[in-house]
């Protein structure tokens, strides 16, 4: 139950397109096509934006977008805006009804 | 609306015990996998536990196993957390989460609790 690989930072100016790996293992990731992606804005809950690899839940940008190779997933932001800037968070079944996170990644807004 | 409110956090001293609970309401809580998730401090997201609609499954990260028990209370509509034998590293806000499905983990959470281990 290690913690997926994801990088701590990633910056990019406004109306750029940035993109988050998270790599995992073939016990999790590579596993199952369900990774689940989060962002969390500072002292706030985390918030559901991609799950199952690459669907948005209702109410999501279409500017959020993820895959899946391998053992690693990825989340895109394409046109990025200064309200993107916050922590986000993959997270992948690891099988028996468990579930493992990334490391965390910390987008900034140029 | 969905809502979850989680309470019962606070200072706690190692070795110590502490209950967590989680109020939900705007769903059919009994329909629902639940899931507790933490975050120590300037850290990251760490899934904790599970259970099933019913109770009968439950499931939890190494690190708690023997020492944090997951429960619910259906006609209470609420999620609870045992904590026990608590450690300095135990140290985090705790979240409850619903699970939307496998698929769809973790689609609602609360404002979450902290919990704060130390002498």
């Known amino acids: 139950q290690s913690a997926l690989t994801q990088p701590a930072s990633v910056s990019g100016s406004p109306g750029q397109s940035i993109t988050i790996s998270c790599t995992g293992t073939s016990s999790d990731v590579g596993s199952y096509n369900l990774v689940s992606w989060y962002q969390q804005h500072p002292g706030k809950a985390p918030k559901l934006m991609i799950y199952e690899g690459s669907k948005r839940p209702s109410g999501v940008s279409n500017r959020f977008s993820g895959s899946k190779s391998g053992n690693t997933a990825s989340l895109t932001i394409s046109g990025l805006q200064a309200e993107d800037e916050a922590d986000y968070y993959c997270?992948?079944?690891?099988?028996?009804?468990?579930?493992?996170f990334g490391t965390g990644t910390k987008v900034t807004v140029l | 609306e969905v809502q979850l409110v989680e309470s019962g956090g606070g200072l706690v001293q190692p070795g110590g015990s502490l209950r967590l609970s989680c109020a939900a309401s705007g769903f059919t809580f009994s329909s629902y996998w639940m899931s507790w998730v933490r975050q120590a401090p300037g850290k990251g997201l760490e899934w904790v536990a599970n259970?099933?609609?019913?109770?009968?499954?439950?499931y939890y990260v190494d690190s708690v196993k023997g020492r944090f028990t997951i429960s619910r209370d259906n006609a209470k509509n609420s999620l609870y957390l045992q904590m026990n034998s608590l450690r300095a590293e135990d140290t985090a806000v705790y979240y409850c989460?619903?699970?939307?499905?496998?698929?769809?983990?973790?689609?609602?959470w609360g404002q979450g609790t902290l919990v704060t281990v130390s002498s």
């Open positions: 989460a619903r699970v939307g499905g496998i698929d769809y983990p973790f689609d609602y």
């Open positions: 259970i099933k609609q019913d109770g009968s499954e439950k």
């Open positions: 997270c992948s079944y690891a099988g028996s009804s468990s579930y493992v």
